[in-house]
T-cell receptor
Framework: GENVEQHPSTLSVQEGDSAVIKCTYS??????FPWYKQELGKRPQLIID?????GEKKDQRIAVTLNKTAKHFSLHITETQPEDSAVYFC????????????FGKGTHLIIQP | DSGVTQTPKHLITATGQRVTLRCSPR?????VYWYQQSLDQGLQFLIQ???????AKGNILERFSAQQFPDLHSELNLSSLELGDSALYFC??????????????FGPGTRLTVL
């Protein structure tokens, strides 16, 4: 089955700086890669996603890049703000049929004032 | 609010017992997914139902089962509970049966504590 590795497990950045979280996946058939943000005690919420026919996608301060050859994808957050502090999860979903998401272990992003 | 509801919010029970968790998907969503979140295992996919039929299975134990009813709500049954089953259980829903086509919306979760 699919295996998703996520790094780093904890990331501390100064407010206003950029943050980058990286994930790798194992199943070359995977074709959908969402990123979820989870605040303490809350539900995971989708912040951005990318499909395998696209190399990059941007939504305001958030961008995701995908390298299918290397089987890795990354989340980029620019001009970080205190409200960006949370746990971020990457996920992958194999194509070809219905299946649940395989999640990375999560990155705890801490924005230092 | 995602539109996905889960009950109960908290559940405390003893080892060996059986519990049922309930999920109502967003209006119009046909697919329901169950996930387990624990500190050591992270977020793990358990099972998916689409329009009443089981569509995919993940890391679901044999002691666990689920079903989706004609009104599309779903129940996750956990039996012979062990201490290690203590976790946050999320339900998610999407319009279609293929996660690559549609965003999954997560419910608020049920926190299960097994004593």
């Amino acid at each position: 089955g699919e295996n998703v590795e996520q790094h780093p497990s904890t990331l501390s950045v100064q407010e206003g700086d950029s943050a980058v979280i990286k994930c790798t996946y194992s199943d070359s058939a995977s074709n959908y890669f969402p990123w979820y943000k989870q605040e303490l005690g809350k539900r995971p919420q989708l912040i951005i996603d990318i499909r395998s026919n696209v190399g990059e996608k941007k939504d305001q301060r958030i961008a995701v890049t995908l390298n299918k050859t290397a089987k890795h994808f990354s989340l980029h957050i620019t001009e970080t703000q205190p409200e960006d502090s949370a746990v971020y999860f990457c996920a992958a979903s194999p194509g070809g049929g219905a299946d649940g998401l395989t999640f990375g272990k999560g990155t705890h992003l801490i924005i230092q004032p | 609010d995602s539109g996905v509801t889960q009950t109960p919010k908290h559940l405390i029970t003893a080892t060996g017992q059986r519990v049922t968790l309930r999920c109502s998907p967003r209006s119009g969503d046909l697919s329901v997914y169950w996930y387990q979140q624990s500190l050591d295992q992270g977020l793990q996919f358990l099972i998916q139902y689409y329009n009443g039929e089981e569509r995919a299975k993940g890391n679901i134990l044999e002691r666990f089962s689920a079903q989706q009813f004609p009104d599309l709500h779903s129940e996750l049954n956990l039996s012979s509970l062990e201490l290690g089953d203590s976790a946050l259980y999320f339900c998610a829903s999407s319009v279609s049966g293929q996660p690559s086509h549609n965003e999954q919306f997560f419910g608020p979760g049920t926190r299960l504590t097994v004593l």
